[in-house]
């Protein structure tokens, strides 16, 4: 009897071990979408993944995060909403570019869509303007 019990309450705690599993992988798995963009002259299209879109406090990365290229393509895209504020930032191989907050953007039920200018770090330290959309699936 001592051995069936056992038994059951192995199995029950296997159980309980995959279900949490699962629930934590759901939650860690991020819509893509698409980052489409023009900053100054040059145009930018990137996979980005968005995280809590349907929240005022969204978030996209086109890289693991928000300093480096993990990707390997010389680019760094970045956002993160404060409910009524979107700070974007922008690296293209050894130029950056960023702004605390975006002067014109609104947001829908798939994406988002902006414009304003953004500093460039280093270099010229100058406005460059910036026009852009995020698709978020």
């Not at 978030?59 to 700070?87: C, P, Y």
């Not at 974007?88 to 304003?116: A, L, Q």
Request: contains cysteine; glycine residues 10%.
């Amino acid at each position: 009897m001592k051995k069936m019990t056992s038994i059951i309450l192995i199995l029950m705690l296997v159980a309980c071990d995959n279900e949490n599993s699962n629930s934590t992988s759901k939650q860690s798995i991020k819509p893509v979408g698409t980052f489409v963009g023009t900053l100054g002259e040059k145009k930018y299209q990137v996979e980005v993944k968005c995280s809590y879109f349907k929240e005022d406090y969204f978030i996209f990365r086109s890289d693991s995060n928000d300093a480096e290229d993990s990707t390997g393509d010389g680019l760094v895209i970045s956002g993160d909403q404060n409910k009524d504020s979107l700070a974007i930032s922008i690296g293209d191989h050894d130029k950056w570019f960023s702004i605390g907050k975006i002067e014109r953007w609104t947001k829908n039920d798939s994406g988002v869509v902006g414009s304003g200018n953004l500093w460039e770090q280093g270099g010229s330290g100058g406005l460059v303007p910036l026009k852009f959309s995020i698709a978020c699936e």
